[in-house]
């Protein structure tokens, strides 16, 4: 078939947009894993050559992904709680069973809603701005202007929020966990009679430290996830500020999709 | 100026692709110490691209570039990011952080190549910002500058590790005449007190004329003609002479036969209606 007759071909077409499309996609998760590769290296080796990673640069980094974004995680946390009280409660009634509801609440928000709002979150928050960024960076020849001063780009602008990251989302998880058992809690001691510390004891009997850990280590995976796509969506960028809008964009929406794939992929591999 | 002393920047047959297209065709030139290079050009003749292979930040198809005598496509990355301390740039952009202030800009070369304490850093920041003549502007962000002040404060971040060699692009792009005739200044202040070799891109002929020792004017990726300003002036080409009256190649088209071409159709002008 000659190459002007495929490309009239419907489903030849539809082939090679599949085809394409994988070739990029496979591009893009190859750029993404040497970036990270790289990133590692400079973490660990970049003092031996007179590259450190630079503290005040992580700080900076931990105070934007983490502490800046404590209300806002708080406040979700604790709907998502009481949420999941509410609904919790509201199931149960239907077969006498209102007081197994903190262990419902128990699981769901150390297991899953915890480490999944916040991720979501920071993703939103922090993976796009941090696209943003790096991509403004790109486009206005400051990645230029670092690799003619001497500094790799790759230590001085991907390894501090990728620490961060690492470091905060993990934390940010358990203070959400914190406040979306607290949040529930309130509801079901209002809605129950329950007293907090009835409810407490039941949550501490409900979940191990395997469970929290479960969380935990989830949110440290999607950490390097936020991270990594948002840095080379930024790097990645081509065109003017419509091409940052647009990794910003795709930065979220890429992050928020591997961290749902990640956490089902973690949860069945977990409970196997 | 001496012959003597090693080239700062040689060019040697220089080739670069970009996919199918052929940019830089063969490019070879060299820059003397203590040297104020121009490199000229229109649109699109390459001099963009020349100043990244400079700068090492490309990698040409074939041809060698020597960087104050080391080959910059045989250097080991560390030797690279020694040679880049002896290096200075200031982008058409000016490339300012704008997270960080105009001192801290200035002072992040120092903070990472050296083991100076702050209060010095922040003294030799001051220092450049005088020379800059942007004194007392180390607390201001990026975005409280107008360009000119952007440029000079680029400038000054170039210098701040006292280069061997200093590149500017289009250092006076969009500025007005009083602004660019400053820089202009500036940059032969920096090669006389400092004795650096200087490479300038603009195509600004007013600036080159004022700056230049030697003017290289790159044309479709060739080098068209590399000498002094009056050899310049006096050089017969026509594509130079062009270039010198600011006229388009093809100023001298045929309207109606363009037009022609365009429409289809044969098209009469009558200039007197």
């Known amino acids: 078939m000659s190459e002007q007759a495929a490309s009239g071909n419907p489903l030849t077409r539809l082939l090679e947009r599949v085809g394409r499309g994988t070739v990029v996609g496979v591009e893009a998760i190859g750029f993404t894993c040497a970036l990270f590769a790289e990133a590692l290296f400079w973490l660990f080796v970049g003092w031996r050559r007179n590259q450190p990673v630079r503290m005040p640069a992580l700080f900076e980094q931990m105070m934007d992904i983490g502490i800046y974004a404590l209300p806002i995680v708080g406040v979700l946390s604790a709907t998502i709680g ?14 006498g069973a209102e007081s197994q509801v903190v262990v419902g609440i128990a699981f769901s928000v150390v297991r899953e809603f915890g480490p999944l709002i916040t991720g979501i979150l920071v993703a939103g928050r922090s993976g796009s701005a941090l696209a943003a960024r790096l991509g403004t960076m790109k486009i206005n020849q400051e990645v230029d202007a670092l690799w003619v001063m001497g500094i790799m780009p790759v230590r001085f602008l991907v390894v501090p ?36 510390t009835a409810y407490f004891d039941q949550v501490r009997d409900a979940i191990t430290s395997g469970d929290l850990l479960h969380g935990i280590t989830k949110s440290a995976l999607f950490a390097v996830e936020i991270a990594m796509i948002g840095v080379a969506n930024g790097a990645s960028v081509t065109g003017g500020a419509e091409g940052v809008g647009k990794v910003t964009t795709r930065s979220v929406v890429h992050a928020i999709s591997a961290i749902v794939i990640t956490d089902m992929v973690f949860a069945f591999m977990a409970t196997r | 100026m001496s012959d003597t002393q090693p080239l700062a920047i040689e060019v040697h047959d220089l080739v670069t692709h970009y996919g199918e297209r052929m940019i830089l065709k063969g490019v070879s030139m060299d820059v003397r110490p203590g040297e104020i290079m121009v490199i000229m050009g229109g649109s699109g003749s390459g001099k963009s691209t020349l100043m990244r292979h400079l700068l090492a930040l490309e990698r040409p198809t074939s041809g060698n570039i020597h960087l104050l005598g080391q080959n910059v496509n045989a250097c080991s990355a560390q030797e690279l990011y020694e040679l880049r301390k002896k290096m200075g740039v200031a982008f058409q952009s000016g490339a300012l952080f704008s997270s960080m202030s105009v001192g801290e800009n200035i002072m992040l070369p120092l903070y990472e190549h050296t083991n100076l304490d702050h209060k010095t850093m922040e003294i030799m920041v001051r220092l450049k910002l005088e020379v800059v003549n942007l004194a007392g502007f180390e607390g201001l962000m990026p975005s409280e500058l107008s360009g000119g002040m952007i440029k000079r404060a680029a400038m000054a971040r170039a210098i701040i590790m006292d ?111």
């Open chain 1, 161 to 196: 929020p990728l620490l961060a990251m690492v470091v905060m989302l993990p934390l940010l998880t358990f203070y959400s966990d914190l406040l979306g058992l607290f949040a529930g809690g309130l509801y079901v001691s209002a809605d129950l009679g329950m007293s907090l």
């Open chain 2, 163 to 273: 280069p061997k060699l200093l590149f500017c692009d289009e250092p006076s792009a969009g500025l007005d005449p009083v602004v660019s005739s400053a820089l202009d200044d500036l940059i032969l202040r920096l090669r006389d007190a400092m004795g650096m070799s200087i490479v300038v891109v603009t195509h600004e002929l007013e600036s080159a004329f004022k700056i230049a020792d030697r003017i290289t004017v790159l044309d479709r990726g060739e080098i068209l003609f590399v000498g002094t300003v009056d050899e310049l002036k006096a050089a017969k080409s026509e594509r130079i002479q062009n270039l010198l009256n600011r006229r388009a190649e093809d100023d001298d088209l045929d309207v109606d036969a363009y037009l022609e071409r365009l429409t289809g159709e044969q098209v009469i002008l009558n200039a007197g209606l």
């Open chain 1, 82 to 95: 009481m949420m999941l009280a509410i609904q919790g409660i509201y199931q149960l009634r239907q077969f």
